[in-house]
């Protein structure tokens, strides 16, 4: 009897210390797993962070490009309100600026020179050429030689004092031009164009 209680003494010790040892490890199982929980909550965090600080970048470039003064002579002033339409005392709308005596006319450059900033070098030097009407010309020139400058001085994106010498369109100087006026006449192809959902051929054969 007395052997009989001891073995059965000894299993309830062992199935006591089983029970805690189980216990335990449960516990540790529980941290272990709280633990890569909360790593995981921050790199989340972390990342949404850097997201939220690229993304205010964007709002940066709308601050600054909003503090950048328009080009002039491209306002063109607003028509009057609906609520004054047909009151003769109402203000006329502006009247569109007129066109350059010859639409197809020449185009023709005479010592033109340009730099994009004072401090910088020249990057057209002295330019002159005259483009007969309905000439097809082509300016070829490795990087750098300015070709995307010259472009830029047809269209007006550096103006004097940057740019200096005579660019005339039809007879008529450029500077003198309306700019969206002027710039509306003008096609220009990228070097690089932008993706399209459209097929390479469709812009030469559309459907």
């Known amino acids: 009897m007395r052997a009989v209680e001891r073995s059965a003494g000894g299993a309830a010790a062992g199935a006591a210390a089983g029970a805690g040892a189980g216990a335990g490890g ?9 633990v890569l929980q909360a790593t995981q909550a921050l790199t989340w965090s972390v990342r949404q962070a850097c997201e939220l600080e690229a993304h205010l970048v964007a709002v940066e470039r709308l601050q600054a490009f909003e503090a950048v003064p328009p080009e002039p002579g491209y306002a063109v ?6 609520e004054l339409w047909g009151d003769p005392a109402a203000p006329a709308a502006p009247a569109a ?12 450059l ?3 020179s340009l730099r994009y900033r004072d401090e910088l070098p020249l990057a057209l030097r002295g330019v ?12 070829v020139g490795r990087t750098g030689s300015g ?21 005339l369109v039809g007879g008529v100087e450029v500077s003198e031009l309306p ?8 096609a220009v192809i990228p070097q690089e164009p932008p993706p399209t959902p459209f097929a390479h051929t469709h812009p030469l054969a559309p459907p």
């Open 77 to 82: 002033p607003p028509p009057p309100p609906p």
């Open 97 to 108: 600026p007129a066109a350059p005596a010859a639409a197809h006319g020449s185009v023709e």
């Open 179 to 186: 700019l969206q006026q002027h710039r509306a006449s003008l």
């Open 147 to 167: 070709k995307s400058s010259l472009l830029a001085a047809i269209t007006q994106l550096v103006a004097p004092p940057q740019r200096s010498g005579a660019i």
């Open 110 to 112: 005479r010592d033109v």
């Open 26 to 34: 449960a516990y540790g199982a529980l941290g272990l797993a709280l």
């Open 128 to 139: 002159s050429a005259t483009i007969r009407p309905r000439e097809k010309v082509g300016v």
